[in-house]
């Protein structure tokens, strides 16, 4: 089945703790990208990569580090997670310009 | 950057009725326009999209119209169905790259 899986759905940490959301996508898409979902503000893009090695900002980068080293997966690293980064995070991918993405389940982080 | 605003926030229509969304942005360069529809605890899909060199598309009972000009751009469902039921977002995109979400739209179709 075609799909983009994240782990984990759920997470509760500390604040300055470092953690990572893992996001793989098995459709061989070179577009993936992160967004965080919040209320009233929409989905807000913070990195997209357009191929292995190659990654971008988005809207709202500050706090956030992804790496590409593989085509199928796409990690979301929070070095030093704050509150404010309390969300919905969302991965997705897509087979090339133009087209829209493919959202995973979503994984929803609080920080304490 | 880009600025998408998306009306109404909420929408409530009756079963049959046409619901119509309304999205504006300002950067005159995006070219890409998808429209996802979110359940309650889901993942957001994609429902319809449209690019820069088409001025309306449908699909079924969904289609988007897109005035360049005016930087607007609609989608409009027909015959509403309780499972129309969602949260709405339009985007635009350049090049499909950088995704500019509205803040989305809340509609309930009233059986």
């Known amino acids: 089945e075609a799909q983009v899986t994240q782990n984990p759905r759920y997470l509760i940490t500390v604040t300055g703790k470092k953690l990572t959301v893992t996001c793989s996508q098995n459709m061989n898409h070179e577009y993936m990208s992160w967004y965080r979902q919040d209320p009233g503000l929409g989905l807000r893009q913070i990195y997209y990569?357009?191929?292995?090695?190659?990654?971008d900002k988005g809207d709202v980068p500050e706090g956030y580090k992804v790496s590409r080293k593989e085509k199928r997966n796409f990690p979301l690293i929070l070095e030093s997670p704050s509150p404010n980064q309390t969300s919905l995070y969302f991965c997705?991918?897509?087979?090339?310009?133009?087209?829209?993405?493919?959202f995973g389940s979503g994984t929803r982080l609080t920080v304490v | 950057g880009e600025n998408v605003e998306q009306h109404p926030s909420t929408l409530s229509v009756q079963e049959g009725d046409s619901a119509v969304i309304k999205c504006t942005y300002s950067?005159?360069?995006?070219?890409?326009f998808p429209w996802y529809k979110q359940e309650l605890g889901k993942r957001p899909q994609l429902i319809i999209d449209?690019?820069?060199?088409?001025g309306e598309k449908k699909d079924q009972r969904i289609a988007v119209t897109l005035n360049k000009t005016a930087k607007h751009f609609s989608l409009h469902i027909t015959e509403t169905q309780p499972e129309d039921s969602a949260v709405y977002f339009c985007?635009?995109?350049?090049?499909?790259?950088?995704?500019?979400f509205g803040t989305g739209t809340s509609l309930t179709v009233i059986p």
């Open positions: 997705a991918s897509s087979s090339g310009q133009g087209l829209g993405y493919t």
């Open positions: 449209i690019r820069s060199n088409v």
């Open positions: 985007a635009a995109a350049l090049n499909g790259n950088q995704f500019y």
């Open positions: 950067d005159s360069a995006s070219n890409y």
């Open positions: 990569s357009m191929n292995v090695e190659v990654t």
